[in-house]
């Protein structure tokens, strides 16, 4: 098993930028594909994006897609979720996790609020 940390959330205007950084400890991270996931109030947790082992391979849920940009770094087992011109409906605990099944336990997450 993996522990997973989420980290810098906060509360935002329409428009500003976030860095979410996300560290995997407890085993190996740079063979598998990693993805960040987001939960709002009242809502399933969705898909935000994903990257593959090497970093070379990205997907975008269509909702954030031009906006956040999904990053690695294997040598710190830590992924990035750089948010720009967030929106209102951006808001959300956030959370990494493995693409495929079966994912590690879910961290805490990291709440992200954009007010408009």
């Known amino acids: 098993q993996a522990q997973l940390i989420e980290s810098g959330g906060g509360l935002v205007q329409a428009g500003e930028s976030l860095r979410l950084t996300c560290v995997a400890s407890g085993r190996a991270f740079s063979s598998d594909d990693w993805g960040w996931f987001r939960q709002a109030p009242g809502k399933e947790r969705e898909f935000v994006a994903t990257?593959?082992?090497?970093?070379?391979?990205?997907t975008y849920a269509d909702s954030v897609k031009g906006r956040f940009t999904i990053s690695r770094d294997n040598t710190r087992n830590t992924v990035y979720l750089q948010m720009n011109d967030l929106q209102p409906e951006d808001t959300a605990v956030y959370y990494c996790n493995l693409v495929a099944e079966p994912q590690f336990a879910w961290g805490r997450g990291t709440q992200v609020t954009v007010s408009s």
């Open positions: 990257i593959n082992w090497t970093g070379q391979r990205t």
